[in-house]
C-alpha cells in the first residue's frame, strides 16, 4: 500500500468502476443541491440582515407551485438513483454460471476457505483475473461479513444459511479483506487480503504445497459421506431407507404433504441439519439430525459431494447454477 | 394540590374533556399493546413458516378442548364486564359489583385452566429450558421453539389477565364504596377495554397455537 | 438584548420558586419541573456517552489501537451508543423540551395526565439505573444493535441488566409519547385549531406517534433476546432453530424510525426558531407540518435498509430501496420552507438562529449522504463502514443535538427567567460547528475507503484521517462544555430576561419568565394565525418600543 | 388560497371535535351484548369443528377469518368502538395499520427469498 494520504479506494472489479460511477452521479446531486442551500443561506444572510430593530419580513407565506416543485424535482432525481442503485444490486446477486466457487467459512475471529479443488486458506483469498468468482459463505458462530473494498462489495456470512457473493476481479495485486459485521472481541482482527492472481500464477498456487496435489472438495465430502454411514441410507438405488442423491442437486423434489421445494445449498444444508423440517414423499422421518455433529466445513464438503452427484458427467457446477436461476416453487 | 378529592382534576376545563382525554389516553395504550403483541405473533408467522411440519406436530401436543372451553370462560368474562360497565352507565351499584365479581372468578378460572395446561406440559418435559423432550429427536431444535412461543404469547397473554384482575380488585372497592355513577364511570368503562383487549388477544391465541394444524 | 424598562425582576410567583424542598421536585406532578428533572438527567446521560467518545476517539489515534484493548473498545462503543441513543437522544427533545413547551405552547395548565409524565421520568431513571449497572459491572460489547446471535448467545457483557434498562426504557417513552398526544387533542386553548398549532407541537405529535407504535416492538424484540439468553430458547439462534434475521426485522422496525424521535424534534425547533428571527410567517405551514406526518409514517417502512447486505430478499430490499427514497421528499419540503422562509426576512443573527442555520447546514449533508445508502448499489460499498457512521452523526449530532442545543438556547430565558452571555454563547455555537465537521467529516472519506466501523484497530492508510476526526472530536467536547457552564452561571447572574426577550409569536412568551406554576394568569384565547408578527399589534408596539428605546444608543450586534 | 385552507382547517377539527362522546348515552343494551355473546360462543364452536376438516392451506385462512369477525364483534360492540368518535376509530386503525406495516413488510422479505438468488 502506498504510504500517505489516500483519499480514493483502489478499483479492482468489474463492479467497482459501475459502482464509482454511481457515486459520482450521487456526488454531482449532493454537491448541487449542498451549495444551492449553503450558498442560499450565506445570500440571505448578508441580503436580509435585520437594519432596523422594528423591522419585520415580507408577508410572503405559501406558495403550491414552489412546494410541488421541490417535492417532484428532488424525487426524480432520486428515482434515477434508486433504478440506477438496484440495477446494480441485482447484477451483484446473479453470479454467471460458469463462476468457479470458492466456499468460506467465518467464525470468530477468521475466515477459512476451501477451493473446489482443495486448496484450503485462513485469511487469506487466492483467485485468477478477469474470471468470475462466486464465493458461497456459512458462519459458525454469528454474523460476519465479508468485505473487500476494492471490489466494492460485501455481503453477511449469516449462521443457519448460505449467502453468496461473486465478483470479476479485472486488476492483479492484493487488497484488503475485512468483516464488517461486528462479531465479538476481534472483530477488527477478522480479515486478510484478497490475492488477484494470473491465470498461470493461480493454476500454480492451486496445485498447493503438497507433492500429489490436495484432496478435491467433492471427494473430501464423499469420504464424510461414509464415516457418517450416510450410504447406508442413501443407497444409489433408492433401495435404502432414504432417498437416492442421484441426481437430487438443482432439481425439484416432491415432498410429503403435496409441496416441493428446490433442492438447492439451502435445502441439502436443512436436510442434514433439521432432516424432519421436510420429508420427501414417500419416506419416513427417520434421519437424526447431525446438528453439531458436523462442522461447516464438513457440511461444504458433503454439499460439494451431492452436487458432484448431481451431474457426473459436466462437472459440478454448471447445471446447479442454472437451475438456481429459475424461480423455486413459491 | 386536592386532585384525589373532587372528580374533576384541576387542569381540566369540565368533565366531558377529562372523560374525553382518559379514553383518548387508553385507545392509544391500546394501539401500544397490538404492537407489542405484534413483535410476537410476527415471529411467532416467520418461524410457522419456516418449519410448517414441525409447528404441526408439536401443536398437536396441547390439549384442544381445555383450550376451547377456556376461549369459552375468557368470553364469558368479556359478556360479564361489558354488563358490568352498563350497570355503571346505569348507576346500578349492585349489579356493577356482582358483574365485576363475576368477571373475577371468570378470569381467574380461565388462568386455572391455563396453569393446569401448563403444569401438565412440564409433565411432558415440554417446557423448553426445563429438560426438554421431544420425539422424534431431530425435530427437538424447533419443537422446542414452539413452545418457546407458545410460552412466551400464553405468558404474556396471563400476565396482562393477572393485571386485570388487579385493576378488577381495585375497580370492586370503588364499587363497594359507591364511587361509580352514572356522571363518573370512567375507570370502569377503560378498565372494559382493556379486558375486552385481552380477550382479542386470546381470540387469535387459540386458532394459531391450538387449532390450525389439529387436523393433520 | 431587550431587557427593556418594565421587567427587571422576575417575577414574584413562579414554577422554580414555588416550593424549594427536594420532595417539592421529587413528587411534582408539574411538566415544567419533571422537564427539568429529565433536563439533569438526559445531561448526565450525555456526558457519560460523551466520556466513551473521547476514549474511542483517542483510541482511534493510532493505527494499532493501543490505548485501550479490543475488549474494552468494544465496549466503549457500545455503551456510546446505547447511552447516547436510549437515554439522551431519544428523550432529549422531546422529554425536556417538549414537557416544558406543549403544554405553554397550546394554552393548556399541564399535560393530559401529569401523575404520568412524571411516572415516565421514574421510568426512565429505572431503566438508565439498570443500564449504569450494566457499564460500572464491566459493561457489554454487542454494540448498541444486540444483533443476534452475537448478543443472545456469544458475547461475555451484562447483556440482560443492558436489555432490561432498554427495555423499561422503551414504557417512558411510550407513555410520553401517550400524554403528548392526548394532550395535543383535548387540551389545547380556545381558537387554537389545528393550523394554528405551533410546528414544535405537530412534530412532536408526529414523534409520539413513532412512540407510541414503534417502542413496544423493540420492547419485545429485546425481551426474547434476554430470554434466548436466560433459557437458551433459540427464537434467533439459527444453531437452535432461530433465524438472526428476524432480530434484525423486529430491531429496525422501532430503531430506524427512532432515528425519526430524533430528527423530527428537532425540526421543530427550527421550525420555532426560523420565523422567530426572520419575524416572518413560516412559509408552506401545511406543508411542513404535513412533512412532518410524512416523515413519521414513512419513517416506517424503511426499515429494511439496514438489512441490504444481510441476506435480505432482492425483491425485499429494492421496495425498501424505494420506499427510503420517499423520505427525501418530505425532508426536502422542509429545509426549502425554511429557506423561502428567510428570504425576504428580516434576520437577525442571535445564537439560537446560529444553531437553527447549523441544523440547516449539517442536516443537508446528512440527508444527502442518506442518498447514497439508500441507493442499492451504492450501500454495498459503504455500508457498515465509516461512512455510515459519519452520516448518522450528521444526522444525530448536526442535526438533533444542534436542534436540541438551539432549543435550549432559544427557551432558556423562558425556563430560567434569565439570559445567557450571547457573545460567549455565540462562540460555543462557532466551536461546536467546527469541532464537528472535523471529527466526522473525514469519516466519509474512511468510509469510502473501505474503513469499517467498529474496529478497534486499523491499517495504517487511515491514520490521517483519524487523527484529524480525533482532533476535531477535542474542539467537540470543548463545545460542549461551554454552554454548561454559561448556563450555571445564568441561573444566578446572568440579566432578567422578561416574558419574550426575542420577541416571538407563540403562546408560551405570552406569560412571565418563569412561568408561575399554572402557566397562565388566565386561559389564553387565540385569534391570529401561527408565526404571524404584522397581524399583532401588541407584538408590533412591543417592537416599536424596544426600537425606541435602543435607537439613541445605537447598540450594535 | 385562503378558502383552501379554510377548507382544510374545518377537516380536521371535524375529526377532533366530535371528542364529546357521551358514551354513556348511546352505549348497546345488554340485549345487543347478549346476541354478541352468543354469537361469539357460536364462532368458537365452529371454529374447532372446522379446524378438524383439512381444508389444506384453507384451514390458516378460516380460522383466522373466524377469529377476524370475532374480534371485530367485541371491538365494536363492547370495547363499544361503533358508537366512538372517529378520532377513537381512527387510533384503532392505526394500530392495525401498523401491525400490518410490520408483518406484511417482514413477510415480503421471507417469501420472496426464491425470487431472485
Not at chain 2, 42 to 63: C, D, K, M, Q
Not at chain 3, 31 to 58: D, M, P, S
Request: hydrophobic share 50%.
Amino acid at each position: 500500500m502506498q504510504p500517505g494520504l489516500q483519499l480514493f479506494p483502489d478499483s479492482a472489479s468489474t463492479f467497482a468502476s459501475s459502482v464509482d460511477w454511481l457515486f459520482a452521479y450521487l456526488m454531482a446531486v449532493s454537491i448541487f443541491f449542498g451549495l444551492l442551500i449553503c450558498l442560499g443561506l450565506i445570500y440571505i444572510a448578508f441580503r436580509y440582515h435585520r437594519r432596523a430593530p422594528d423591522e419585520v419580513g415580507a408577508d410572503v407565506h405559501s406558495s403550491t407551485l414552489l412546494e410541488v416543485g421541490w417535492m417532484v424535482v428532488p424525487f426524480l432525481l432520486c428515482l434515477v438513483m434508486f433504478f440506477w442503485g438496484a440495477e446494480i444490486y441485482i447484477a451483484e446477486r446473479q453470479p454467471p454460471s460458469q463462476a468457479m466457487e470458492v466456499y468460506v467459512v467465518g467464525k470468530q475471529w477468521m475466515w477459512k476457505l476451501q477451493h473446489t479443488e482443495g486448496r484450503k486458506e485462513i485469511n487469506e483469498l487466492h483467485v485468477p483475473v478477469n474470471r468470475p468468482v462466486k464465493l458461497v459463505m456459512a458462519s459458525e458462530d454469528v454474523i460476519h461479513d465479508f468485505y473487500v473494498p476494492a471490489f466494492r462489495l460485501k455481503e453477511d456470512v449469516v449462521p443457519g444459511r448460505y449467502t453468496t457473493l461473486w465478483f470479476q476481479a479485472t486488476k492483479t495485486g492484493q487488497y484488503h479483506l475485512f468483516c464488517s459485521q461486528y462479531c465479538g472481541t476481534n472483530h477488527a482482527l477478522m480479515g486478510g487480503w484478497v490475492y488477484v492472481m494470473e491465470p498461470a500464477a493461480y493454476e500454480a498456487w492451486l496445485g498447493g504445497e503438497s507433492a500429489n496435489g490436495p484432496v478435491s472438495l467433492a471427494a473430501g465430502g464423499e469420504q464424510l459421506f461414509n464415516s457418517l454411514a450416510c450410504h447406508t441410507c442413501h443407497q444409489p438405488d433408492n433401495k435404502g431407507r432414504g432417498p437416492s442423491l442421484m441426481g437430487v442437486y438443482g432439481s425439484t423434489v416432491k415432498l410429503e404433504g403435496g409441496q416441493t421445494v428446490l433442492a438447492d445449498n439451502q435445502y441439502i444444508r436443512e436436510s442434514i441439519l433439521q432432516p424432519s423440517a421436510k420429508i420427501v414423499e414417500g419416506y419416513q422421518p427417520l434421519m437424526p439430525t447431525f446438528q453439531g455433529l458436523v462442522t461447516e466445513d464438513q457440511l461444504l464438503q458433503l454439499m460439494a459431494y451431492v452436487k458432484s452427484l448431481g451431474a457426473p458427467a459436466t462437472g459440478p457446477s454448471v447445471p446447479a447454477t442454472a437451475a438456481k436461476a429459475k424461480p423455486a416453487a413459491k | 394540590m386536592s386532585e384525589s378529592e373532587s372528580i374533576l382534576r384541576g387542569h381540566f376545563r369540565d368533565l366531558p374533556q377529562q372523560r374525553a382525554t382518559a379514553t383518548l389516553g387508553m385507545w392509544i395504550f391500546m394501539a401500544t399493546e397490538i404492537m407489542f403483541f405484534g413483535g410476537l405473533f410476527l415471529t411467532y408467522t416467520v418461524n410457522r413458516a419456516a418449519y410448517p411440519g414441525i409447528f404441526a406436530e408439536a401443536s398437536h401436543h396441547l390439549n384442544v378442548v381445555l383450550g376451547t372451553v377456556n376461549t369459552a370462560v375468557l368470553i364469558c368474562s368479556s359478556m360479564t364486564m361489558a354488563m358490568a360497565v352498563y350497570c355503571s352507565h346505569k348507576g346500578r351499584q349492585k349489579a356493577l359489583s356482582i358483574y365485576l365479581i363475576l368477571t373475577m372468578i371468570l378470569g381467574l378460572g380461565f388462568l386455572g385452566i391455563k396453569a393446569a395446561e401448563w403444569t401438565e406440559h412440564f409433565q411432558h418435559h415440554l417446557v423448553p429450558g426445563f429438560n426438554f423432550q421431544f420425539s422424534p429427536a431431530a425435530a427437538a431444535g424447533p419443537a422446542q421453539l414452539y413452545f418457546s412461543l407458545y410460552f412466551a404469547m400464553t405468558g404474556m397473554h396471563a400476565l396482562h389477565m393477572i393485571i386485570g384482575l388487579g385493576i378488577l380488585t381495585f375497580l370492586l372497592i370503588e364499587s363497594f364504596r359507591a364511587r361509580y355513577t352514572p356522571e363518573y364511570n370512567t375507570p370502569v368503562e377503560l378498565s372494559g377495554i382493556y379486558w375486552h383487549f385481552v380477550d382479542i388477544i386470546w381470540i387469535y391465541l387459540f386458532p394459531l397455537l391450538y387449532l390450525i394444524d389439529i387436523h393433520k | 438584548m431587550s431587557s427593556s424598562a418594565q421587567t427587571l425582576a422576575l417575577p414574584r410567583k413562579n414554577y422554580l420558586n414555588e416550593g424549594y424542598g427536594v420532595k417539592s421536585w421529587l413528587l411534582t406532578t408539574d411538566h415544567k419541573r419533571i422537564a427539568l428533572l429529565y433536563l439533569v438527567v438526559v445531561t448526565f446521560f450525555f456526558f457519560v456517552g460523551g466520556f466513551f467518545a473521547v476514549l474511542i476517539r483517542i483510541n482511534l489515534l493510532t493505527p494499532a489501537g493501543t490505548f485501550v484493548s479490543a475488549e474494552t473498545y468494544n465496549r466503549l462503543f457500545t455503551m456510546h451508543g446505547i447511552t447516547m441513543v436510549f437515554f439522551f437522544l431519544i428523550p432529549s427533545i422531546p422529554a425536556v423540551l417538549g414537557n416544558f413547551l406543549i403544554p405553554m405552547m397550546i394554552g393548556a395548565r399541564d399535560l393530559a395526565f401529569p401523575r404520568l409524565n412524571l411516572l415516565s421520568w421514574y421510568i426512565y431513571v429505572a431503566g438508565g439505573l439498570f443500564t449504569l449497572y450494566s457499564q460500572l459491572a464491566g459493561g457489554v460489547d454487542t454494540g448498541w444493535t444486540f444483533y443476534t446471535p452475537l448478543s443472545s448467545v456469544y458475547a461475555n457483557g451484562h447483556v440482560v441488566a443492558a436489555a432490561l434498562g432498554i427495555f423499561i426504557t422503551g414504557f417512558s417513552s411510550i407513555l410520553t409519547g401517550l400524554n403528548f398526544i392526548v394532550t395535543i387533542h383535548t387540551m389545547r386553548a380556545p381558537g387554537m385549531t389545528w393550523f394554528r398549532l405551533p410546528l414544535f407541537v405537530w412534530t412532536h405529535y408526529a414523534t409520539s406517534v413513532i412512540f407510541i407504535l414503534g417502542t413496544p416492538v423493540i420492547a419485545i424484540a429485546i425481551a426474547l433476546v434476554a430470554m434466548e439468553r436466560i433459557f437458551h430458547i433459540g427464537f434467533f439462534n439459527p444453531a437452535w432453530g432461530g433465524d438472526p434475521i428476524l432480530f434484525q426485522h423486529l430491531f429496525w422496525f422501532y430503531s430506524h424510525p427512532a432515528v425519526y424521535i430524533m430528527i423530527l424534534p428537532a425540526m421543530g425547533v427550527v421550525s420555532e426558531i426560523v420565523p422567530t428571527f426572520a419575524r416572518k410567517r413560516l412559509f408552506g405551514y401545511h406543508f411542513v407540518a404535513a412533512a412532518s406526518f410524512g416523515i413519521a409514517v414513512i419513517g416506517f417502512l424503511v426499515w429494511g435498509h439496514h438489512m441490504f447486505v444481510s441476506s435480505e430478499s432482492v425483491y425485499s430490499a429494492m421496495s425498501f430501496s424505494f420506499l427510503s427514497y420517499l423520505v427525501a421528499i418530505p425532508s426536502a419540503v422542509k429545509v426549502f420552507n425554511w429557506m423561502a422562509t428567510l428570504y425576504k426576512g428580516s434576520v437577525s443573527y442571535q445564537t439560537p438562529m446560529l444553531y437553527a442555520m447549523g441544523f440547516i447546514g449539517l442536516f443537508v449533508i446528512g440527508g444527502l449522504t442518506g442518498l447514497f445508502l439508500a441507493c442499492l448499489g451504492m450501500d454495498v460499498h459503504v455500508h457498515d463502514t465509516y461512512f455510515v457512521i459519519a452520516h448518522f452523526h450528521y444526522i444525530m449530532v448536526g442535526g438533533a443535538v444542534m436542534g436540541y442545543m438551539g432549543g435550549l438556547h432559544y427557551w432558556w430565558p423562558k425556563i430560567s427567567g434569565r439570559l445567557y452571555s450571547e457573545s460567549l454563547a455565540k462562540f460555543a455555537a462557532l466551536v461546536l460547528f467546527v469541532g464537528f465537521n472535523l471529527t466526522f467529516f473525514p469519516q466519509f472519506v474512511l468510509g469510502y475507503m473501505g474503513m469499517p466501523r467498529r474496529y478497534h484497530s486499523y491499517p495504517p492508510e487511515f491514520q490521517v484521517l483519524n487523527v484529524m476526526s480525533t482532533a476535531g472530536a477535542s474542539i467537540l467536547g470543548i463545545g460542549y462544555l461551554l454552554p454548561m457552564a454559561y448556563f450555571i452561571w445564568s441561573m444566578r447572574y446572568g440579566p432578567i430576561a422578561g416574558p419574550n426577550p426575542w420577541p416571538a409569536t407563540g403562546l408560551e412568551w405570552q406569560t412571565s419568565s418563569p412561568p408561575p406554576p399554572e402557566n397562565f394568569e388566565v386561559t389564553p384565547v387565540v385569534t391570529w394565525e401561527p408565526y404571524d408578527f404584522s397581524g399583532r399589534p401588541d407584538l408590533m408596539a412591543e417592537l416599536a418600543a424596544q426600537a425606541r428605546a435602543e435607537r439613541p444608543v445605537s447598540e450594535g450586534q | 388560497m385562503s378558502g383552501h385552507n379554510e377548507r382544510l382547517q374545518e377537516a380536521a377539527e371535524k375529526i377532533d371535535d366530535q371528542m364529546a362522546i357521551h358514551a354513556d348515552e348511546h352505549s348497546p343494551s345488554p340485549k345487543a351484548y347478549l346476541a354478541v355473546f352468543l354469537t361469539l360462543l357460536c364462532l368458537t364452536f365452529l371454529t374447532y369443528e372446522v379446524a378438524l376438516i383439512n381444508l389444506g392451506k384453507w384451514n390458516v385462512v378460516v380460522a383466522l377469518a373466524i377469529a377476524f369477525v370475532k374480534s371485530t364483534l367485541v371491538a365494536l360492540v363492547f370495547m363499544h368502538v361503533y358508537q366512538s368518535s372517529r378520532r377513537t376509530k381512527l387510533v384503532v386503525v392505526a394500530g392495525l395499520v401498523w401491525l400490518f406495516f410490520l408483518i406484511f413488510l417482514t413477510m415480503s422479505d421471507y417469501l420472496t427469498r426464491h425470487w431472485l438468488y
